[in-house]
């Protein structure tokens, strides 16, 4: 707030010795007077005076009588108070033109601006994940005195989902009613926290709920994607496969989105043993991953499998599958559509080093205690590859 005044206050004064200037610093040429321009005014009608009286226009008797009136209205209109410059500097001007600026300018910023607003702005301070929890238990609180407030049920359950508060937020979208049937995007939205509070089971209502939203709008994105999550869970990868074809081809191609489903889908086709429409345009590696019995008892349910495919001494990936862990042996294959960049897909190599890690956090550094396979270089477009991850990184 300080900062902001001075500057105003630098700027103020500023515009006034500019608008002052004249009065200030007085011009070094003595200005006219008012009486040397009066008697330059009356000295021109004489002139022209004397030009009409010899030209024939008056006659002398008419001339005497209007040079006598000149001359007397010229000692009226000058006296000696009109000797003074009239462009010289006066104090009271100077004085009279500051007051008039700063109580104007004064005036507009406390009409049209806030200090007070802007004073609170600077002192505010950011918000806190317990200030959002305050707000929101007491969003919480006033909606349980107005409970037929459907919509408010609904703003509620999204703002428990943001926290992560998703057993409240199946709460208030039940308690929503009838106010989301009508809306795709709801539907979608409460399948997804009850699938969530069951542990990724999609059975029963959540399906239910995502069949109805499918119904009301056949494209809503969210909807589809459950649709074939709840296929992958159920296992049936050929349905996931089409029904996330049929997302891919809403989604704008190169974003991270649409990587990200591709992704997806050739999990699917992997886990599926499902053949992949990318293996017949563009070249890919596919085979079974096997894991070596004394270390198959480190392997968790929560840890991460990601199949790694780099140009043979390099560092950097080309293409990485990353899916949960089942069952050993574990099909995989790697396509253009898990590139890391699109403009450097793994179809262009000849060959490729391959490796497995299975990670406990599923970060892309190895980590302490990964279980690895032996790196493998091989054909690109070459299938039936056999890797083993027989190997715990240090």
């Known amino acids: 707030m300080t900062s902001f005044l001075i500057s105003a206050l630098l700027l103020l004064v500023l515009v006034l010795v500019l608008l002052l200037r004249p009065f200030i610093f007085p011009p070094k040429v003595e200005a006219t007077s008012r009486r040397q321009m009066n008697a330059a005014i009356y000295r021109e009608e004489l002139d022209k005076l004397e030009l009409e009286r010899g030209a024939g226009s008056i006659n002398d008797a008419d001339y005497e009588i209007a040079h006598a009136e000149m001359r007397q209205r010229l000692f009226q209109d000058t006296n000696e108070e009109d000797d003074r410059s009239v462009m010289g500097s006066s104090k009271l ?60 049920w609904v703003m509620l359950a999204r703002s428990y989902r943001i926290l992560g508060r998703n057993v409240e937020a199946a709460k ?134 990601m199949v790694i495919a780099r140009k043979p001494g390099e560092r950097m990936p080309v293409a990485v599958l990353r899916t949960s862990v089942s069952e050993f042996p574990m099909s995989f294959l790697l396509t253009d559509a898990l590139a890391m960049n699109p403009s450097s897909p793994l179809s262009q190599l000849s060959e490729a080093s391959i490796e497995v890690r299975i990670s406990k956090t599923g970060m892309a550094m190895p980590e302490s205690g990964d279980l690895i396979s032996a790196p493998q270089t091989v054909k690109v477009g070459a299938n039936n590859i056999r890797l083993v991850i027989d190997q715990v990184r240090q």
Do not use: H
């Not at 700063?102 to 950011?126: C, H, M, W």
């Open 93 to 152: 001007t100077v004085i009279g033109l500051c007051i008039f600026i700063t109580v104007l300018s004064a005036g507009f910023y406390f009409f049209l601006g806030d200090a007070t607003r802007i004073a609170e702005k600077n002192t505010q301070q950011p918000m806190t994940q317990d200030g959002v929890e305050k707000m929101v238990a007491q969003f919480a609180a006033k909606m349980e005195q107005d409970p037929t407030n459907l919509q408010g």
């Open 172 to 305: 208030a979208y039940e308690r929503a009613g009838n106010f989301i049937d009508s809306d795709p995007q709801l539907l979608a939205d409460y399948a997804d926290v009850l699938a969530s509070n069951a542990n990724g089971s999609f059975t029963g209502k959540p399906l239910k709920l995502i069949n109805q939203a499918l119904k009301l709008d056949p494209n809503n994105l969210m909807a589809i994607w459950l649709s074939g999550t709840a296929s992958y869970a159920a296992g049936n990868y050929k349905a996931a496969v089409q029904t996330w074809e049929k997302l891919a081809q809403q989604l704008p191609p190169g974003t991270e989105d649409a990587r990200s489903i591709e992704a997806s889908i050739a999990d699917a086709r992997a886990k599926g043993g499902l053949s992949s429409k990318a293996s017949v345009n563009t070249k890919g590696i596919s085979g079974k991953i096997e894991i070596a019995a004394d270390i198959k008892s480190k392997v968790r349910s929560s840890d991460i499998m």
